[in-house]
């Protein structure tokens, strides 16, 4: 079956480091992967997409790999911050309208 | 704010009430979208309209029924629920069609509450 996983632990990490999140996945070709941030109560907020031929992406601190041979995505937020915690999610489109989303990693970052 | 509004934000419903949640998108955007997402589970794709006609329908009990009267508008109609579909329910749209990335633009969602 087709599956999306995603650290269902939460992430705690102190302010300044690197906060790195994985998105594994089975038996999709996706054509994009995205990831979005979702605060409590609210709606998640696009962050970045990255192509299936595509390693790499940044966006300021943000940065996405994505491994099609592995099947995985890491998503790194570097020298993290409060403001950073919030929960991530992954999110896979095989084409079309119909995309597939993990059920998110909870970041902590420390003061 | 992301260009998406819905209304209400907090409902609360008895079993064998009829009400609608109504999404509003102003980013220009030709496909919106319904997503269940109940707690520490992945957002549940419901239904997905693109320039007004239904292209997904992920096997949601016809309880909910949504309706697209344009690409800016978007309901979903809830009848004889039960407690189970209780939720955070979201709207969302994006571009579509041809080469568009489809990333997707969500709503602040609206938490009901079926009792």
């Known amino acids: 079956s087709q599956k999306i996983e995603q650290n269902s632990e939460a992430l705690n990490i102190q302010e300044g480091k690197t906060a790195t999140l994985t998105c594994n996945y089975t038996?999709?070709?996706?054509?994009?992967l995205q990831w979005y941030r979702q605060d409590p109560g609210r709606g998640p907020v696009f962050l970045l997409l990255?192509?299936?031929?595509?390693k790499e992406k940044r966006k300021e601190r943000l940065k996405v790999t994505f491994d099609t041979t592995l099947k995985q995505s890491l998503f790194h937020i570097t020298a993290s911050q409060p403001a950073d915690s919030a929960t991530y999610l992954c999110?896979?489109?095989?084409?079309?309208?119909?995309?597939?989303f993990g059920a998110g990693t909870r970041l902590f970052v420390k003061a | 704010e992301t260009g998406v509004t819905q209304t209400p934000r907090h409902l609360v419903m008895g079993m064998t009430n009829k009400k609608s949640l109504k999404c509003e998108q102003h980013?220009?955007?030709?496909?919106m979208y319904w997503y269940k997402q109940s707690a520490k589970k992945p957002l549940e794709l419901m239904f997905v309209?693109?320039?007004?006609?239904?292209?997904e329908n992920n096997s949601v009990p016809s309880r909910f029924s949504p309706e697209c009267p344009n690409s800016s508008h978007l309901f979903l109609h809830l009848h004889t629920l039960q407690p189970e579909d209780s939720a955070l329910y979201l709207c969302?749209?994006?571009?579509?069609?041809?080469?568009?990335?489809?990333?997707?633009?969500f709503g602040p969602g609206t938490r009901l509450t079926v009792t």
């Open positions: 969302a749209s994006s571009e579509g069609g041809g080469t568009s990335s489809y990333e997707q633009y």
């Open positions: 038996n999709y070709s996706p054509a994009y």
């Open positions: 990255i192509r299936e031929n595509e």
């Open positions: 999110a896979l489109n095989t084409g079309g309208f119909k995309t597939i």
């Open positions: 980013l220009g955007h030709n496909a």
């Open positions: 309209y693109s320039l007004e006609e239904r292209v």
